[in-house]
């Protein structure tokens, strides 16, 4: 498999006050094309923070980052505006869904940067929202969805630009068990059926058992690494 | 356009606030679209080219008198078709809340006004008697006035033999048929020789005359002739248009186009104080939905003009609302007064300021907001910080 996410040297560091606090210690990391990734590690260990620079959020304080072969370490934030518009879909722990808007027209939010006209993207949402499960559900406002619901959603606005890369930040952690089961069958489903690479910070072992491989980080330093998993 | 549902959704995120802002906005533009038209009305009075009837008062104020003498001047020069002259009296019919415009005339004067439509023996009858008096047809049916009715008028200027009282005998209704110009019939005529002979004060003098210019004539040549004719005298003259003397008239009583700056300057700055902290609170509630905008791809300059776009919709939305229901009410309070309240529709020129103000308070409420949107970083917003 090629590599899609490569990393080298990659250092982060934030000031807090008058001090600088070193967040990523010049990690090293590949990642294939298909991979389902999962990142753990305690917390403070710089999770959030690879998966935002690896997602084109934050910008690196030294090394290199390269995505489907484009350093993206270099962008403007215009550039990784539309680098991130084309290239990454996000899924967060609190759904981050437009509370005014409905499943429909939340999913849509993506191709608004697009030429799509408007029935093409409604086209689009209602095949994405299809693939999630959720084809009956398009006029529900978020606050009409239960949980595990919402989170299809956002997975199906992570998808409807037909991203490579999926960054889900603690997918599952707002969730309770069966929801969590059914959003990780969906995220190793679109991995396996529809080649996405996923990368998904969690906290929780269960969830990480259904990564292809799991990623160790303490203290800002790759600590381990495991082999990938047959499912 | 295939961002307005979006505009829109933010716009009505919180349906209350929204409304109750709406509805400043909506109510400070209702005011600028009655006011400003009654400014823009007061102040259309323009330069007397083109104008072929001219009024002749005082250079010095329209208080001043004139000399009746300068009626055979005035009617002596080129260009001069028709004059005639008329004095303010101000007497007051029973109470001081019954105020209207009574004058008196000398002959001719009506010749000058053929839009004032007088039956001709109602005219002939009130030009055989000395102590007669014409209404309009408005004021007549306000009072309820019969042709050889007894008006009474308490004089407030010009007593008569010590007495503040005058009496006229209603010899004539005269109507306009132009609803424009219907305020015009609240005014009471009589006769300026009654006036010159009856009162004790004033004698030979008039208030101000009235010029028609022959067709061909240039207005501004006779204007300037007539001017001549008092040029470094104690009375000198003034001819202006019609719609000017009106205006310096009314300014006699307020300014009202200061009146009109100041009362809006008051609500226009209590609006961007209210609108400005509506937006301001609309979009720092909304700080993580717009951080998720921005991760999925929308540019820092996109979300700069959502949020502009939201506030300059709120103040458009609500000034065209508010404009639209001064121009419904304008001609409906004209029209309830009986033509005592003559006041213009909202005009274009009021509409093209209007928008204007619009567009600047929408840009000026929303920048703010919209710049801490358009800098905010999205680690930090989606953590909360």
Same mark, same amino acid.
């Given at each position: 498999m090629s590599t899609l996410v490569s990393i080298r040297n990659l250092r982060k560091t934030y000031q807090r006050g008058p001090e600088k606090v070193e967040v990523l210690h010049s990690i090293d990391l590949d990642i294939p094309k298909g991979d389902f990734v999962a990142l753990m590690g305690p917390s403070g260990s710089g999770k959030t923070t690879l998966l935002n620079l690896i997602g084109g959020l934050d910008s690196p304080t030294g090394g290199e980052i390269q995505v489907d072969g484009q350093r993206i370490d270099t962008l403007g934030a215009g550039q990784l505006s539309q680098w991130?518009?084309?290239?990454?879909?996000?899924?967060?722990?609190?759904?981050?869904?437009?509370?005014?808007?409905?499943?429909?027209?939340?999913?849509?939010?993506?191709?608004?940067?697009?030429?799509?006209?408007?029935?093409?993207?409604k086209r689009n949402a209602e095949i994405a929202l299809q693939l999630v499960g959720l084809a009956e559900r398009g006029k529900h406002r978020p606050n009409e969805l239960s949980g595990g619901q919402q989170?299809?959603?956002?997975?199906?606005?992570?998808?409807?630009?037909?991203?490579?890369?999926?960054?889900?930040?603690?997918?599952?952690?707002?969730?309770?068990?069966?929801?969590?089961?059914?959003i990780l069958a969906l995220l190793q489903s679109l991995n396996r059926d529809h080649g996405k690479t996923i990368i998904m910070v969690t906290h929780d072992p269960k969830a990480a058992d259904h990564a292809q491989r799991t990623i160790h980080l303490d203290k800002g330093t790759l600590v381990e690494r495991e082999l990938a998993v047959e499912h | 356009m295939k961002y307005l549902h979006l505009i829109w959704a933010a716009l009505f995120r919180s349906k209350t606030r929204t409304f109750l802002t709406l509805l400043s906005v909506v109510t400070a533009f209702l005011l600028f679209g009655m006011l400003d038209s009654v400014r823009v009305a007061f102040n259309s009075g323009g330069s007397v080219t083109?104008?072929?009837?001219? +009024? +002749? @008062?005082?250079?010095?104020?329209?208080?001043?008198?004139?000399?009746?003498?300068?009626?055979?001047?005035?009617?002596?020069?080129?260009? +001069?078709?028709?004059?005639?002259?008329?004095?303010?009296?101000?007497?007051?019919?029973?109470d001081p809340k019954n105020f209207f415009a009574n004058f008196s005339v000398g002959p001719g004067y009506l010749d000058l006004y053929p839009e004032f439509k007088l039956p001709a023996a109602q005219r002939k009858a009130w030009e055989s008697n000395r102590t007669g008096a014409i209404v309009g047809e408005s004021l007549a049916k306000r009072h309820g006035w019969k042709i050889g009715d007894t008006i009474p008028l308490q004089a407030t200027i010009f007593p008569t033999q010590g007495s503040n009282n005058w009496s006229f005998r209603l010899d004539g209704i005269f109507r306009i048929d132009d609803e424009k110009m219907k305020a015009q019939e609240n005014v009471l005529f009589f006769h300026w020789k009654y006036f010159d002979e009856a009162n004790d004060y004033v004698k030979g003098r008039v208030g101000w005359y009235i010029v028609k210019v022959a067709d061909g004539a240039g207005s501004d040549g006779v204007a300037k002739a007539i001017d001549s004719l008092s040029a470094n005298s104690d009375h000198e003259t003034k001819a202006q248009t019609e719609a000017a003397f009106n205006q310096a008239f009314a300014k006699q009583f307020a300014d009202i186009g200061l009146i009109v700056t100041g009362i809006m300057g008051a609500v226009f700055f209590t609006l961007l104080l209210l609108t400005g902290n509506t937006m301001a609170q609309a979009v720092r509630e909304r700080i993580p939905e717009l951080a998720v905008l921005k991760t999925i791809g929308f540019s820092n300059r996109s979300v700069l003009w959502l949020v502009l776009s939201e506030s300059v919709l709120l103040v458009v939305l609500g000034g065209v609302i508010g404009m639209a229901i001064a121009s419904l009410l304008m001609?409906?309070?004209?029209? @309830?007064?009986?033509?005592?309240?003559?006041?213009?529709? +909202?005009l274009g020129q009021t509409w093209a300021v209007g928008l204007a103000l619009m567009l600047a308070i929408g840009v000026i409420v929303g920048l703010l907001p919209a710049l801490r949107g358009m800098r905010l970083n999205i680690v930090d917003a989606l953590a909360g910080r």
């Open positions: 991130r518009s084309h290239n990454v879909g996000f899924v967060f722990q609190f759904y981050n869904l437009m509370p005014t808007l409905n499943a429909q027209k939340n999913v849509e939010l993506p191709l608004l940067l697009t030429k799509l006209s408007s029935a093409q993207r989170q299809r959603v956002a997975i199906a606005r992570a998808i409807v630009s037909d991203p490579t890369l999926l960054i889900c930040d603690e997918p599952t952690g707002d969730l309770d068990r069966q929801s969590a089961e059914e | 083109g104008a072929n009837r001219l +009024v +002749v @008062a005082s250079r010095l104020s329209i208080t001043q008198m004139l000399p009746y003498s300068l009626d055979t001047q005035i009617k002596a020069i080129p260009g +001069v078709q028709k004059s005639a002259y008329a004095a303010w009296f101000g007497g007051i019919y029973q001609p409906g309070v004209s029209k @309830a007064s009986g033509g005592m309240i003559q006041l213009p529709t +909202v």
